[in-house]
């Protein structure tokens, strides 16, 4: 094993021995090479006289560039894009984003998280996530329901065993029971099991309610208490498009964080869907977990072995998106461009289900509960899926995504509140037509 790994390995161990089971094989042989990348930020701090050692170019003082690419930046400097970002995420946008955690999630407050790595986007979050924390044959628990991409990037990327639950109960909430059932079964077989949790839900749009929440972190620690080492992943991908009064208004892994020894909280989120910059790739992967002594060098060694991860695999995630990311952030317009867009999809959020109480859809198809996020979903009565998606797709121009043999998922986030009464009376339409 390489020295750096072994070193990182011994401050783990010694801050919570059941964090370095938890690591997969490839997790533990993870470390931060003292690289070009090191070197060259060592000389950036002392070759006052002259720096050749990273891979790009430079001229006359400044980063060579071609000025057909920086007219199209605006006021974004060489600096801030074209050079290469560290594998860890600028230091800046890493600390705003801590910040903002904080601040959007209250039980945080009092609780030592790591800094966040920044990943391009969050589907590579997942990736790197599974790198570090999953081995071949480790099971993660998952709703039936549930993005189809996590199927890629455990399943069959890294050869995780997917074991799903029923997400709904017949009455129209998060099936908790199902979920304690399956998280018991598998935490009977495995001395380790992965959960992840992911609200506002794709494809449902569902978000658990404070009373689904608060037990769902009961049901994990009680695990984590009975002797399994519990990695809890939170993907927030649609974080804080929260549009009911009883679901909950924050993450899990804020509830999850310090609650026992061996239960892991990890959060992915990201700028993609929360900050709509879809194309930018700004994930996060951060921790938060019960550790003896100093947190700091703690977290530090789980960050340098996450960024390894990342150095061996994309090397660093796009400059300029981060840049970009941060001075949105930093902007004093955010807070409020963010409340103007929340209020947007939420009217569009609640036009659905005004347009859907109408009993005229009552034979065609039933409606998954639904309150958050960009997504909702109808199970069809009488017509197979995509058979519906491919006729309203030729006849009506209509295109929704078919999940399996009876549901369609309607992203309304992407239709104006005035077009959302047209197409459900042409999804109706579409029905009668194949009847
Ligand atoms: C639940 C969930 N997680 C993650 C992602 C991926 O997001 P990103 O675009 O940041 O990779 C998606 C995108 O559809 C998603 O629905």
Known sequence: MNLLASQLNQVIEKGNPHIMEMLSEIGKKLFFPKGILSQSAEAKKKAYKLNATIGIATEEGGIMHFPSIMDTLGTIRPEESLTY???????????????????????????????????????????????????????????????????MTLSIRKGVKITNYPIFTAKGGFNVEAFENRVKEEAAKNDKIIVLLNFPHNPTGYTATEEEGNRIVRILTDV????????????????????????????????????????????????TKENFVWGLRIGFITYGCKIQGDPGPFYEALEKKTAGCVRGNISNASHLGQSIVLKSMQDKKYPAEKEEKFEVLKKRA???????????????????????????????????????????????????????????????????EKEIPELFDIVLQGIEDLN
């Open 85 to 151: 970002a560290p594998s860890f995420g600028i230091p800046a946008l890493r600390k705003i984003w801590k910040e903002s955690q904080f601040e959007k999630n209250p039980s945080l407050s009092n609780k030592e998280t790591s800094l966040p790595v920044v990943t391009s986007g969050i589907t590579h979050a997942i990736s790197i996530f599974a790198d570090v924390w999953t081995d071949p044959g480790d099971v993660i628990v998952l709703p039936d329901m549930m993005w189809g991409n996590y199927n």
């Open 224 to 271: 984590a208490r009975g002797g399994t080492n519990v990695v809890a992943v939170a993907d927030d991908a649609y974080f804080g498009l929260f549009y009911e009064e009883e679901t909950l208004k924050e993450s899990l892994f804020a509830r999850l964080c310090n609650q026992h020894e061996r239960l892991l909280a990890v959060k992915l989120d990201g700028a």
């Open 350 to 416: 609640n036009r659905v289900k005004a347009v859907l109480s109408d009993p005229k859809y009552k034979d065609a198809w039933d409606v998954y509960p639904f309150n958050s996020g960009y997504f909702m979903c109808i199970r069809l009565k009488s017509v197979n899926a995509e058979t519906l998606r491919l006729h309203l797709l030729d006849k009506y121009g209509v295109g929704l995504i078919s999940i399996g043999e009876r549901d369609l998922r309607v992203a309304f986030s992407c239709l104006e």
